[in-house]
């Protein structure tokens, strides 16, 4: 398999699955802001879209949405338990959290906030929602350790991601403590280390 990512982008999320799910691929770095690839080569012509994440599966095919190859990585890779069984009340929590995460969370930040651009009122409706958006993840962090209950899952990759983003946009999680006891304790695992530091964001 072959990842096409950029640092801190939403593609982090499928990074991280796929150490925790122990699956081998390599990586490839793509330059956002002119949608160069490293090395060379046009990444529109690798998604037309022009955006990360894209995987590309032994077969040469290529596949994107954060949500969907989450939960594909997940299947791949049961004992991970990035994906609950099918048909389990459990994988229901977590697809409905992926569903969240990017409906709600990942497309009011991206692309609004990213760019320049972007009206007063606009930026101030979407961190306006945004914060509500933390305040409920903060309310269930109270009550759970991790978005679907107890244990780490693909939701869990995706929503860190996503969170990991506000102050970037200087946006203070300060006020959401359990919020930022779940981010602290993602940031720790091996797998999550582990692919912050192969994105150049974390030293080893
Ligand atoms: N619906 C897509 C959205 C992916 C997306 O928004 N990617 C952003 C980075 S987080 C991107 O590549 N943006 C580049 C651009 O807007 O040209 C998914 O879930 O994978």
Request: aromatic share 10%.
């Amino acid at each position: 398999m072959k990842l096409y990512y950029s640092p801190s982008a939403c593609s982090q999320a499928v990074h991280i699955a796929l150490r925790e799910a122990g699956l081998d691929a390599a990586l490839a770095k793509v330059d956002l802001a002119s949608h160069r690839l490293e090395g060379g080569g046009d990444y529109f012509a690798v998604n037309p879209r022009g955006y990360v994440p894209v995987l590309e599966l032994q077969d040469g095919s290529r596949h994107t949405e954060v949500a969907a190859l989450l939960q594909y990585l997940g299947d791949l890779a049961p004992a991970s338990g990035l994906m609950p069984k099918f048909g389990t009340a459990q994988r229901f929590e977590v697809i409905k959290w992926l569903t969240f995460v990017s409906s709600e969370m990942h497309k009011v930040f991206s692309p609004w906030l990213w760019h320049k651009e972007t009206a007063d009122a606009t930026r101030k409706d979407c961190k306006d929602k945004l914060a509500l958006r933390f305040a409920e993840l903060d309310r269930v962090f109270g009550e759970r350790q991790y978005l679907a209950g107890g244990s780490f899952t693909a939701a869990d990759a995706y929503a860190f991601v996503i969170v990991s983003w506000a102050p970037m946009l200087g946006m203070s999680l300060k006020a959401y403590p359990q919020l930022q006891a779940w981010m602290a304790r993602v940031a720790q695992r091996p797998a999550v280390r582990a692919a912050l530091v192969a994105e150049g964001l974390l030293k080893d």
